[in-house]
């Protein structure tokens, strides 16, 4: 098979052709019966689960990150104007939101916590609010927290070709001092929140959950800068056992390097680790606090994930589109066009060997010519599909409709680029 796909790349695939996508977007929505596209746009849909959950999330880092020790951070960020640190475009993504940020960690904790709801013999009117428990809420803040303290310690700049950053290299060290203090401050005051919650299995899921975040980041190969690169596609057979991540035991390491080279499954892995896990168990967390059930907890979970898959769908496929310069290279549309035809990989070969950057907008007209978008679609299809199926399973109608609105937002938003 691996043959055979080598075979089908042909001179048309490498001459700068674009194939057009062929989605089935209406098919699928009269299926779940939505009609036709939903023109409201993410802001809308938040907001409206806002109200649902009765708690503006999109403020909910906002208790944590005002506060003396931050502030005094903040004070040394001033330093750092005009040296193009990724730490300055973190902070205001923080505080005033960023639209490439369709994912509130937060709020989709506390969707789902409602929609699940909770065993009314263990709590008392004094226990929730607007049919969140209290413990529910600051779960959705500590998970929130580990990923925002994670987000901040990712905007490290590498140092180690000083001549490149020249007279700036102060300034940057600098920077990268005040990410290590912030990124580790948050974190430590997640894990002492975590501790207050008193339920030692709450606090296994989301450690675990911060362990497969930092093993993510080190998942497969990387370039000299760091970045991760795709892992060269591998031959295949019929006996071969793809990733199934909602059978797994998610306490235990998620997949394995064997999954490296194979196209959706390494996709599929790398996402999970990086923010499948948190989310999913965030949400599977949850439900655990409301004494629902190991069926529930593991629809939770479960339903976060494929949340989380869609998200990061969305965030490659307008990556690819938007920056067609410098798109990452682990993304969903080079990952299935290098698994279609494995020659594209020649591009990523080149690289490591001669040790220079990759030709992006060379690599961009590949990917296009192929039918990875094709199969982007039906990808986002199949998540949107398994998302309903999960949140129906939920008794709550309106944050359930809520779930289910995010995530057709999420794929209108993404489709929106595919099909420009």
Known sequence: MFIGRLNLLSKSHLSGRVIQPVCFLSGQNNKLGLGQRDDAGWRDVVSEAEQIVGYPTSFLNL???FNDEIANTAIHLRKLVGTNHPLLKSAKNLLIGSKSNLQSVGLIILLVSKAA???????????????VLHAQRALAEI???KRTGHMIHKAMVNLQDKEKHKEKVKDLLYGNKIVLLTGDFLLAKCLQQLGGLRNNAVTELISTGLRDLVEGDFFG????????IPTQPKATNKFETHYKWETEDNLEKLGSNDFLGHGKDEWTLRTMLTSGSLLGK??????????????AERNAY???GHLAIMWQLYLDVKDFFTHPYSYSLVGAPVIFAIWEYPTIYGHILESKLERKPVEYKQLYYAVRSTRSLEYLCVFFEEELASVFKCSERFPVDDARVALQKMAVTIRDEAMGYIEK
């Open 302 to 304: 479960i339903l976060g």
């Open 282 to 295: 965030g949400c599977q967390a949850a439900t655990k606090l409301a004494h629902l059930g190991e069926d």
């Open 63 to 65: 208790r944590w990150l």
């Open 143 to 145: 998970v929130e927290m």
């Open 117 to 131: 709801g909770f065993d009314a013999n263990y709590y008392n009117r004094d226990h929730y609010d607007s049919g």
């Open 221 to 228: 190969e990387h370039d000299d800068n760091n970045n991760p």
